[in-house]
């Protein structure tokens, strides 16, 4: 059993810059991939970026060139830095854990995320 908790969430201002935590209750240095998602109100949960085991990204097209994940195996802890936020990157953000490629994934409860004057 995995439990990730999400914070950093907030308001901010188009164009502002925020940065996402998600800590693991367990070493994450094993774990195949982890990475974030969100949804927003009347939309499906959507990938936002994921690192994998071996240090592999992959961003969502919208996201590319602004957000960047990374992860800390001592802290146990995946990072989701967020710069130039646009007011269509408001969503509840999700943490997403995956220990081998087969099984079933681990989400966090989530953090929510609004970007507005």
């Known amino acids: 059993q995995v439990q990730l908790v999400e914070s950093g969430g907030g308001l901010v201002q188009p164009g502002g810059s925020l940065s996402l935590s998600c800590t693991a209750s367990?070493?994450?240095?094993?774990?195949?991939?982890m990475g974030w998602y969100r949804q927003a109100p009347g939309k499906q949960r959507e990938l936002v970026a994921t690192?994998?085991?071996?240090?592999?990204?992959d961003y969502a097209d919208s996201v590319k060139g602004r957000f960047t994940i990374s992860r800390d195996n001592a802290k146990n802890t995946v990072y989701l830095q967020m710069s130039s936020l646009k007011p269509e990157d408001t969503a509840v953000y999700y943490c997403r854990a995956r220990i081998t490629n087969y099984s079933s994934p681990y989400w966090g409860q989530g953090t929510q995320v609004t970007v507005s004057s």
């Open positions: 367990v070493s994450i240095r094993n774990i195949y991939n």
């Open positions: 690192t994998t085991i071996a240090g592999v990204t």
